[in-house]
């Protein structure tokens, strides 16, 4: 399925073709304990040689996952994923806690470049403060058990008109001029969805109970407070993304609003209905940007090139490493991502195109968070290269805005080009109260402990209907109102990884302001910015990247007037 031919690093320190069976790792982690240092360039060595096993598992556990999510219908790729999961992850975790106090403990440690070395060593104090033995067996089972998500969503399929599309693909009738047809595709979806209501729930309450343990083992309160220390979040606290959430709510949800009053005027309708919020004013189809997935991968080159050569060279790369899977089909995985692969240096790039401009957008995000892993591959250490997700998204959340540029490498016509543009820009707008609903949600459900599927369903209706419940009358679909949160795949594989895209949103925007007004300026600060993988705080970074590391009431205001102001200069 996938042949690679981009050649890995040369290894130092590991073998050069390691097989990764414990029995061959165990040894090359005892000799990093064991290991004398004698002074600070031994420290430093010692460091790269870890860090080069390391990126080679790393590796090795993202081309498990990637095969899968590919054909989650296939049980030797599901089986070969979770040997890695159930076998290998549980016996690293030790020796990693025991190198981590191996490094602290070092009587070289100060001596360390404390520039370079400060985020690092701040984040391996942080996981030796929250590590607890106990857990390890909690996250191999999480890790399991959260699999489960993909293989129930990745079997969803639906009949319309004779024909059996995925998810994805069906997503396009709600696109369709006719609301007859909008309203049978989105019940449709929506029912099949509900076929495994239970199910889902039943999965979710499993995680949550592991979570929750994971969480009083390592002496915190909930599961919530837990996850702030383990991802980090060194720069904000839970007060700040509740404030946060107030000013979403104050600032974006009344736009969006008027927005949807204005739609269901154009479309001359008393409300608007779920089923009404994808198809286009202008009462022409859907957009089609792109006829295949192939075309999707040309165009976005081409794309990129304009923006930049390097950044199109970079693509350009991956095609010819055979790194795209992006069409949708039955038995895929949901979703999209871009998977680095540590000792490769590219990226893999996953997603589920049904020729809309959703995939466009899909396809130039994944292609902002590609140019970070291949901006980051020469960092020295691989710890260097893991982002807080709040860079992370930056980088891919700019790459939809300074893309806009070019898109007319999509579209025949100026007036679709316009159309493309305005839809991405609301798209920009919608994101914001949707991430809101999702981390207040997770806020809720973790520090709520014992509550029901019933309690988390009024819970998720409470908090969608605060911000605007999708701008839509939900009258006679009261059911699946409450169960709309189960699409959210990241409720249920990456806890906590959701506000970080509104706080890259704020982000993107800013940078897309400084592109409009200074391009060459403003781009060369955002590749400065992702050159700096994780080796600068966060805020040094947003700084590097020419704007400010802020999600207040005031600077959530000030930029959605400007995105507002864009969108009438469209109108």
């Given at each position: 399925?996938?042949?690679?031919?981009?050649?890995?690093?040369?290894?130092?320190?590991?073998?050069?073709?390691?097989?990764?069976?414990?029995?061959?790792?165990?040894?090359?982690?005892?000799?990093?304990?064991?290991?004398?240092?004698?002074?600070?360039?031994?420290?430093?060595?010692?460091?790269?040689?870890?860090?080069?096993?390391?990126?080679?598992?790393?590796?090795?556990?993202?081309w498990r996952y990637i095969k899968m999510t590919c054909d989650t219908a296939n049980e030797a790729l599901v089986k070969d994923f979770q040997y890695f999961a159930t076998e290998i992850e549980p016996k690293i975790a030790p020796f990693s806690n025991?190198l981590n106090q191996k490094l602290v403990a070092s009587a070289f440690i100060d001596e360390l470049d404390e520039d370079k070395y400060f985020v690092y060593l701040r984040g391996v104090r942080k996981a030796l403060e929250i590590y607890r033995e106990?857990?390890?067996?909690?996250?191999?089972?999480?890790?399991?058990?959260?699999?489960?998500?993909?293989?129930?969503?990745?079997?969803?399929?639906?009949?319309?008109?004779?024909?059996?599309?995925?998810?994805?693909?069906?997503?396009?009738?709600?696109?369709?001029?006719?609301?007859?047809?909008?309203?049978?595709?989105?019940?449709?979806?929506?029912?099949?969805?509900?076929?495994?209501?239970?199910?889902?729930?039943?999965?979710?309450?499993?995680?949550?109970?592991?979570?929750?343990?994971?969480?009083?083992?390592?002496?915190?309160?909930?599961?919530?407070?837990?996850?702030?220390?383990?991802?980090?979040?060194?720069?904000?606290?839970?007060?700040?993304?509740?404030?946060?959430?107030?000013?979403?709510?104050?600032?974006?949800?009344?736009?969006?609003?008027?927005?949807?009053?204005?739609?269901?005027?154009?479309?001359?309708?008393?409300?608007?209905?779920?089923?009404?919020?994808?198809?286009?004013?202008?009462?022409?189809?859907?957009?089609?940007?792109?006829?295949?997935?192939?075309?999707?991968?040309?165009?976005?080159?081409?794309?990129?090139?304009?923006?930049?050569?390097?950044?199109?060279?970079?693509?350009?790369?991956?095609?010819?490493?055979?790194?795209?899977?992006?069409?949708?089909?039955?038995?895929?995985?949901?979703?999209?991502?871009?998977?680095?692969?540590?000792?490769?240096?590219?990226?893999?790039?996953?997603?589920?195109?049904?020729?809309?401009?959703?995939?466009?957008?899909?396809?130039?995000?994944?292609?902002?968070?590609?140019?970070?892993?291949?901006?980051?591959?020469?960092?020295?250490?691989?710890?260097?290269?893991?982002?807080?997700?709040?860079?992370?998204?930056?980088?891919?959340?700019?790459?939809?805005?300074?893309?806009?540029?070019?898109?007319?490498?999509?579209?025949?016509?100026?007036?679709?080009?316009?159309?493309?543009?305005?839809?991405?820009?609301?798209?920009?707008?919608?994101?914001?109260?949707?991430?809101?609903?999702?981390?207040?949600?997770?806020?809720?459900?973790?520090?709520?402990?014992?509550?029901?599927?019933?309690?988390?369903?009024?819970?998720?209706?409470?908090?969608?209907?605060?911000?605007?419940?999708?701008?839509?009358?939900?009258?006679?679909?009261?059911?699946?109102?409450?169960?709309?949160?189960?699409?959210?795949?990241?409720?249920?594989?990456?806890?906590?990884?959701?506000?970080?895209?509104?706080?890259?949103?704020?982000?993107?925007?800013?940078?897309?302001?400084?592109?409009?007004?200074?391009?060459?300026?403003?781009?060369?600060?955002?590749?400065?910015?992702?050159?700096?993988?994780?080796?600068?705080?966060?805020?040094?970074?947003y700084e590097t990247a020419g704007i400010k590391f802020d999600f207040s009431v005031d600077y959530v205001k000030e930029l959605a007037s400007f995105v507002k102001d864009e969108l009438d200069k469209l109108a």
């Amino acid at each position: 399925m996938i042949d690679l031919t981009i050649p890995k690093k040369t290894r130092n320190y590991i073998p050069q073709h390691l097989e990764m069976k414990w029995a061959n790792l165990e040894p090359l982690f005892n000799e990093l304990l064991a290991r004398q240092i004698d002074d600070v360039i031994a420290l430093e060595n010692w460091l790269k040689d870890k860090s080069e096993l390391e990126a080679a598992l790393e590796e090795d556990f993202a081309w498990r996952y990637i095969k899968m999510t590919c054909d989650t219908a296939n049980e030797a790729l599901v089986k070969d994923f979770q040997y890695f999961a159930t076998e290998i992850e549980p016996k690293i975790a030790p020796f990693s806690n025991l190198l981590n106090q191996k490094l602290v403990a070092s009587a070289f440690i100060d001596e360390l470049d404390e520039d370079k070395y400060f985020v690092y060593l701040r984040g391996v104090r942080k996981a030796l403060e929250i590590y607890r033995e106990e857990n390890i067996e909690l996250f191999t089972k999480l890790q399991v058990t959260q699999q489960r998500y993909q293989s129930i969503t990745g079997a969803m399929s639906v009949m319309l008109n004779d024909q059996e599309y995925t998810l994805e693909q069906a997503a396009n009738f709600l696109k369709d001029t006719n609301r007859s047809v909008r309203q049978e595709a989105w019940e449709t979806i929506q029912n099949r969805r509900m076929v495994n209501k239970d199910e889902l729930n039943i999965l979710f309450d499993e995680l949550i109970v592991l979570r929750n343990q994971v969480a009083l083992n390592a002496g915190f309160e909930n599961y919530r407070d837990y996850m702030f220390q383990a991802l980090g979040r060194f720069d904000y606290s839970p007060q700040d993304c509740y404030d946060f959430h107030q000013a979403i709510e104050q600032e974006i949800v009344p736009i969006l609003k008027e927005q949807a009053d204005q739609r269901a005027q154009l479309l001359g309708l008393e409300t608007l209905k779920p089923w009404d919020q994808e198809v286009s004013t202008s009462g022409k189809p859907a957009l089609k940007p792109f006829k295949d997935g192939q075309e999707l991968v040309d165009k976005s080159i081409d794309c990129f090139n304009a923006i930049d050569p390097k950044l199109g060279q970079m693509l350009s790369t991956m095609k010819a490493n055979n790194l795209f899977d992006v069409e949708s089909r039955k038995g895929k995985a949901p979703g999209g991502y871009n998977y680095p692969l540590a000792e490769t240096g590219a990226p893999f790039i996953f997603m589920n195109s049904a020729n809309s401009l959703r995939d466009l957008t899909t396809m130039v995000h994944e292609g902002g968070h590609a140019v970070h892993t291949f901006l980051t591959a020469n960092l020295e250490l691989n710890d260097f290269k893991h982002c807080p997700s709040e860079v992370a998204e930056l980088a891919s959340m700019s790459m939809e805005l300074i893309s806009m540029d070019h898109w007319s490498v999509y579209f025949d016509n100026e007036e679709d080009l316009i159309r493309a543009k305005k839809e991405q820009l609301l798209d920009v707008l919608k994101t914001l109260p949707w991430v809101a609903v999702i981390d207040k949600f997770q806020h809720w459900i973790y520090t709520n402990v014992g509550h029901n599927a019933a309690d988390r369903e009024e819970a998720f209706k409470q908090i969608y209907t605060t911000f605007g419940a999708g701008f839509s009358d939900w009258e006679g679909q009261e059911a699946i109102f409450g169960n709309i949160w189960q699409k959210q795949l990241h409720l249920f594989e990456v806890p906590f990884y959701y506000i970080e895209y509104a706080i890259a949103q704020l982000g993107a925007i800013a940078i897309w302001k400084n592109f409009k007004e200074n391009p060459n300026k403003a781009l060369q600060q955002y590749l400065d910015a992702l050159a700096l993988g994780y080796t600068k705080p966060m805020n040094v970074i947003y700084e590097t990247a020419g704007i400010k590391f802020d999600f207040s009431v005031d600077y959530v205001k000030e930029l959605a007037s400007f995105v507002k102001d864009e969108l009438d200069k469209l109108a």
